[in-house]
């Protein structure tokens, strides 16, 4: 069992808000009292984090999803799909020692679009030794000169949205869509993060190897589950549209799919979402260096949801596998967030960084 101390807890937290900057204090004199998350106050947060415990955590373990919202100071854009709490870089970080994972990736959520300050900020807050990033870029306006400044605050990753993309629609435009992203970030060794559901995942099967980029899938592909019937650990995953393509994808050995979100697609009751273990059961068989653990913290449109019930089966689903449980929590995510690199293209004969030259 994995303890940690108050000190240890108000430490991390520190630690976050300082390094954000001048305004800091001021910040944490306003978010105190601020109740967004499961009806308490971060300060109450950071004393209930605290006195936890983790048992069976790996050291050193990674949450590979989550996002950071701020409101207050960053305003969504004026079309975006949902209105968020405050749930903040020093949020996060008391939410992380309370789960027991020492390493996180920051996704930028879909209300900022191509606005990726906050994202930037919170990996300053963080810094490299904890936390990676995943950008969502606009690749006719983003430069050379930026993608590389990314980098080197550490960034990691960038997201493409196809979740309002129909299955049934033609495919060539998602083709063009993620080929220019390959393009952009292939040099950097970023992975290229899929929000999509798993019949479009199942639609460019043959084409995500072609891109040459490492390919992270999130939210179990976000699957289609039947209604229950039944117990749902008799169901096959298997019958599930698109569900054998993602298996493909990933004994491949250049996608990785996030193990998260389990809720947004459950269709059972209770907080562990037993209908997705034939899911889960089955990721971790044929692709056991392939999934990595993601939180999905704050639970965007399931705000003030209990993850700790997931987190507990989870652990209880790699119960007797310590291997499993190593690379579910930690080493395929150190594998997936360190960069291949290449040398980086000369401006003058690659198109793409020729064309997006600063």
Not at 270 to 295: C, I, K, N, T, W
Request: proline share 7%.
């Amino acid at each position: 069992m994995r303890l940690f101390s108050k000190a240890q807890c108000y430490r991390g937290f520190l630690q976050a808000a300082l390094v954000v900057g001048a305004s800091a204090t001021a910040a944490w004199g306003r978010y105190r009292s601020i109740t967004p998350y499961n009806g308490s106050t971060i300060e109450q947060r950071t004393v209930s984090s605290c006195n936890g415990s983790i048992a069976g955590m790996p050291d050193g373990a990674w949450d590979s999803h989550l996002h950071v919202l701020d409101p207050v100071r960053y305003p969504p854009l004026p079309d975006a799909e949902y209105k968020p709490g405050v749930h903040t870089v020093w949020d996060n970080a008391i939410f992380e020692h309370g789960i027991g994972c020492e390493h996180v990736v920051m996704v930028q959520p879909s209300i900022y679009g191509t606005n990726n300050t906050l994202l930037m900020e919170s990996l300053r807050a963080y810094g490299p030794e904890r936390a990676r990033g995943v950008v969502v870029l606009d690749v006719a306006d983003t430069t050379r000169a930026q993608l590389e400044e990314w980098d080197s605050i550490g960034v990691r990753g960038a997201r493409i949205n196809l979740q309002s993309h129909d299955a049934s629609e033609p495919t060539e435009r998602l083709k063009d869509v993620l080929k220019q992203h390959a393009d952009a970030i292939g040099p950097f060794g970023w992975v290229l993060q899929l929000h999509a559901r798993m019949e479009v995942v199942a639609s460019l099967e043959a084409f995500i190897p072609t891109l040459g980029v490492r390919v992270a899938i999130d939210h179990f592909g976000h699957p289609t589950m039947p209604k229950p019937s039944g117990d749902p650990q008799d169901l096959d995953p298997y019958t599930i549209n698109g569900f054998g393509a993602l298996v493909r994808l990933l004994q491949q050995g250049e996608s990785w799919v996030k193990i998260s979100g389990a809720y947004r697609s459950s269709k059972v009751p209770g907080l562990d979402y037993r209908d997705m273990d034939p899911v889960a059961r089955e990721l971790f068989r044929v692709a056991p260096s392939r999934v990595v653990y993601g939180s999905d913290w704050p639970h965007t449109r399931f705000e003030g949801l209990n993850i700790e019930p997931w987190n507990a089966h989870l652990l209880d689903l790699t119960e007797g596998n310590e291997e499993l449980r190593r690379k579910l929590f930690r080493e395929n995510a150190r594998e997936l967030w360190s960069p291949r690199r290449r040398s980086l293209p000369n401006a003058n004969v690659d198109p793409w960084h020729r064309r997006r030259q600063s």
